[in-house]
C-alpha cells in the first residue's frame, strides 16, 4: 500500500468555441482507491462526467468559450496493487481465455499484430512460460528502441517503430502490445500516472492478460512498475487521449506530476507479476 | 416486416487440434427478431456460447480434433427496419454526443481515420446535413472504387483502397467509416447476411451515428440495405471474423445464404434512413 | 534570353570530420549558359569537382575538419528557354519512346506510380493530348494539395501527399511526377533555382519527356517556369539532395537567392512549353 | 572460366496490339563472354535492340498484333569471374567512393534504406571489414527470412518483408540492398540467370561495391554465386522486369534454364569475393 500525490495543469488558448473531453482522472478500482481528488476550470464551467469503455473510466466533457482556459487536476490515491509471483502464473490456452479479453487479441490502429506473427513467433516462441514471453518481448523492445522525444508522431504505429528503432513511451508501449497480441496473448493500452517519471509527463505502458488477471508491463524502464497510477484502459493510443477536442484551440502549457508520500522499498523484480485488477 | 430465411455452411479440414471461435449467428435486438435458429456441428462437439462487445452479440467457442469439421447454420429473422425521414434527422455537434459512441469516433486498424481529415473535409464539408454528408461519401466511394475480389486481402486497409481504387466489401466499409469518422461522424463496422447478395456470401457495411440512432449504408449497393441482417458490429473487419482459430486448420467450403419469403416492394431510397437499433 | 543572378550559401557547424557532397552548382546545357561562376569555401579545402549521372550535372566533394565551414556559390546565367507551342506537341506511343527515356516510367522512391494507376487514368484518362494530361495533373496537384511548409519530412512520399492533401515543393513534384508515370508519361525530378520564389530557398519541380524533349511543369505555381534554372534531374528528390554528408554536422543557415536582370515581360500561359534541353 | 547454357521461353496471348520490351538477354562485359546467341520471336516480328542503362544491357522493343505470340531465347557463355580474397578488399570511406556509385546509396522504390539506418548500424555496425558488413547483412537476411513463393507481390517492399520476415529473391535483394545502402555501401540489384537454381526461374540479387569494383551477393543461398549470368542492373527490381509491355497481353509459361557443360569443382567459400566486373 502507498499514497500517491498526482495531478495535472492544462492551460489552452481557445481561438473559437470548442467541444473538449478531458480524460485525466484516475480509473476508481479495488487496487487503486481515491481519497481525495479536485478537479476545476477556469473561468468556471458547465462540466458533465460521463462513463465510457472500461468499468471506472471516466471523462469529462465542456464547450468552452473563446480565451485563456484553464483545468487543474489534482488527487491522493491510496495504491495497493497485487504482487503475485509470476512463477505461479499458469498457462491460459485460447480456448480457454474469457470472452471479455478476445477484443485485445484483435490488431488496432497502432498495434499492428497482424503483420508482425512471423517475426513474433521466431523470436519469442520459445519461451517456458507466457510471462517469460511478455518479459522477453519488453526487454526486446527496451534494448532495441532508443528513447528519443521528437522521433515519433501522433500517426506513427508499432511498425513504424519496429522499422526505426525509436521512440516514445506510447511507441514503447505500441510496440510490445502489437508484439504479444501476434503471439497470443491479449494485451491493451494504459495511460496513467508515473511516480518518479522523469521528465514528469503522462505515461503510456500496457497490460497483459496472464492466467486470470490483467497484469502491468512497461519496455520503457523509465519508472517502477507499481507506482504507475491508471487514467484509462484501450486498444491503443488512439482510445486514450488525455484531450480530445473539435474546434480550434491550442495547448500553451502542460504539468503533470506524481509522487509517493511516505518512503517504501522498491524491492519489485520480474519475478514478481503487478496487477491493478 | 419482412421474415429472411439465411444460413451458412462451412467446411474445415483440421490438422491439428485448433481452438476456433465463430460470429455466424444473428444478433438479437427489437428490429431483428429470431423466429427459429440452428446450429450444428459435425462431428458433433462441445460448443460454449459467449456474449462479447455489444448487447446482443454471440460467439460460439469450440475445441476441434483432427480430421473433417462441419458446421451448419440456419435462421429464421423477423426484421422490421425502422424507417426515418431523413429530413428528420437533426444535426448531432460534438459536444451532445452520448459518451458510448465516442469510441468509434477514433480510428482503427483498418480505418486510418486519422490520416484522411484533409481529403475529407474537403470533399465533404459543403453537405448541408449530415445525413447528406454520409451520402456523400458512400456514393463517392461506389463512384470511385472498382469492385474488384482479389484485388485486396485481410491486411488492406482504408488507406490502401484509396490509393488502389478497388476492393471488396468490407474495403468499401472501411473506406466508408474511415471518411465519416474524419468527418466527426461516429461510424462502425457490420457484418451480416445481406438478401439477394450476389455471389452469396457474407456481407460487410456500415453504420453511422446520426440525431439519436444508429443508421446502415453500403457503398457496395450490391443488395439491399433494409434487407440486411446484422450479426455483429465493431471498429472494423478486425472484430468480426466469421471465424477465427488459434491451430492449424483450413477452410474447404463456405455456402451463405439469404433470401425473403413473401414478397415485399422495395421502394426505399435515400430520403429515408434505415435502423436496426 | 533573360540574364539570371542567383546562388546560395551555408553554413555549418562540423563536430567530427565530415564528408560532404553539395550539388548547387547549375547545369551546363545550350538552354542555360553560365557567364560567370565562383564557388568557395570557408576555411579553403581541398575540392573535387565530378560529373555524375545527367550530362551538364556538376556535384563538389569535400572532406572538411570540425570547427564553422562556410560555403558561398553565385553565378551569372543565361537563360534561353525554348518555347513550343503546346499543339505541335505530337503524341508519343510507349513504341516510340527513345530507350533513354525508359527509366523515367518507373516508380522510384518517393514516386510509387504503380499504387496510383487506377486513380490516374480514371482522373486524366480523357484528355485530348499529352500536354492537356500533363496539364491536368499539375492542375489537379494544384488544386487538391495545400501548401503548407513543416506538413512533410525527408521521408514522405507522392502515396502519403496524396492520403494527406498537402506538402511543399518537393511533394507536388513528387506526386506530380508519380501520377504522370502511372499515365505512361517519363517524369522526372529538377532541382533548381526559381526567380521571384517567395520565400527564397532551393525549388523543386519536373520535367515530363512530351513528342521529343523534356518539358517543364511545376504544380506549385510560387514562380514562372520559365525563370527556372537547372542544378540537376533525377528519378525524384532521393537523387538531388543540395547537401549530402556522412559524419557529424549541422546545418546553421541557408540563403539563396535568384534574380532576374532587365525586365522581360512574362507572357506565359499554358499554352506554350517550355524547355530547358 | 565455365561455359553456361542458357535460355528462357515465354508465351503471351495477345487481346490488343500490345508495345512489349524485352530484358532477357545477357549483359556483354569482360567476364562474361557471349559465345553463341539465339533469339527468335513468333510470328515473326519487327524487333528493335537499344541499349539502356549500364554499359552491356540490352533490351528489345517490338510491338505486336493479337494473337499468340511466343519468344526464344538462347545462348552460350563463358563465364570468367574474377575471384578476389576477401581479405584483400581495403576500406573505401565516403569521401573516396567514385562519383558513379553514389547513386546506388540512395534509396529506391523497393529499397528504403532511409527507414532503416537505426537497424542497420545497431545489428551489423560491430563487422570489422566492409566484406565482413556486407556477409553480416546477407547471412542475416538468410536466416530471418523465409523463402515463401507466394508471400510477397510486386509492390512489396524490403520494409515489408524486413516487417513480414518473408519473400523470394527479389525481396531477399531487395532487404539486403537497403541494409547495405543503409550502411553506406553502395549496392545495386541484379537480375539474371543461374546455374542450379531450383526451380528454374530468372533470378534476382546484388551487388554491392567494396574497394575497387562490384562484388555478387545472394542471401537466398538458392544456387552457386559463380553460376550467375547477369541480365541488366538497377537500383532495384523496378528497373529491371524481364518483360514490360503497354496494351492488353499474358503470359501463359514461362520457361527459363540455364546449365554448366563440363564440370567444375565448386570450391568457393566466403573468404572469396566473386566479381562479373
Chains 1, 2, 3, 4 share one sequence.
Not at 499458469?90 to 481465455?97: N, S, T, V, Y
Not at 522525444?149 to 506510447?170: E, I, K, M, N, W
Not at 502490445?177 to 505502458?205: E, K, N, S, T
Not at 484551440?249 to 520480474?270: C, K
Request: glycine share 6%; hydrophobic share 40%.
Amino acid at each position: 500500500m502507498s499514497t500517491i500525490e498526482l495531478g495535472c495543469r492544462l492551460v489552452y488558448h481557445v481561438e473559437f468555441e470548442t467541444s473538449f473531453i478531458f480524460q485525466i482522472s484516475v480509473l476508481e478500482s479495488r487496487h487503486q482507491v481515491i481519497e481525495q481528488e479536485s478537479l476545476s476550470f477556469q473561468p468556471e464551467s458547465d462540466v458533465r462526467m460521463a462513463r465510457i469503455g472500461n468499468p471506472g473510466h471516466r471523462i469529462h466533457r465542456l464547450l468552452v468559450q473563446p480565451g485563456w482556459f484553464n483545468i487543474h487536476y489534482s488527487a491522493t490515491v491510496s495504491s495497493n496493487p497485487a504482487y503475485i509471483p509470476a512463477a505461479s502464473l499458469g498457462p491460459r490456452p485460447h480456448a480457454e481465455l474469457p470472452a471479455e479479453v478476445l477484443p485485445f487479441l484483435n490488431p488496432s490502429r497502432y498495434c499492428e499484430s497482424d503483420r508482425l506473427e512471423q517475426f513474433a513467433w521466431k523470436t519469442f516462441g520459445q519461451s517456458s512460460t507466457e510471462h517469460d514471453r511478455v518479459l522477453a518481448v519488453t526487454d526486446w523492445v527496451y534494448n532495441h528502441l532508443s528513447y528519443a522525444p521528437g522521433s515519433t508522431g501522433p500517426s506513427t504505429t508499432a511498425c513504424d517503430v519496429f522499422l526505426q528503432r525509436s521512440g516514445v513511451c506510447r511507441d514503447f508501449a505500441h510496440l510490445s502490445i502489437a508484439l504479444c497480441r501476434a503471439l497470443g496473448l491479449p494485451a491493451r493500452y494504459v495511460a496513467g500516472y508515473a511516480v518518479d517519471l522523469v521528465p514528469p509527463d503522462f505515461h503510456g505502458f500496457l497490460e497483459v492478460f496472464l492466467d486470470d488477471d490483467w497484469y502491468l508491463f512497461d519496455a520503457t524502464r523509465l519508472a517502477p512498475v507499481d507506482g504507475f497510477v491508471r487514467i484509462g484502459i484501450g486498444r491503443d493510443a488512439a482510445d486514450l487521449s488525455f484531450a480530445t477536442y473539435v474546434g480550434n484551440s491550442s495547448m500553451n502549457q502542460l504539468y503533470v506530476w506524481a509522487s509517493e508520500t511516505g518512503d517504501r522499498p522498491r524491492t519489485v523484480d520480474s519475478s514478481m507479476a503487478i496487477s491493478l485488477g
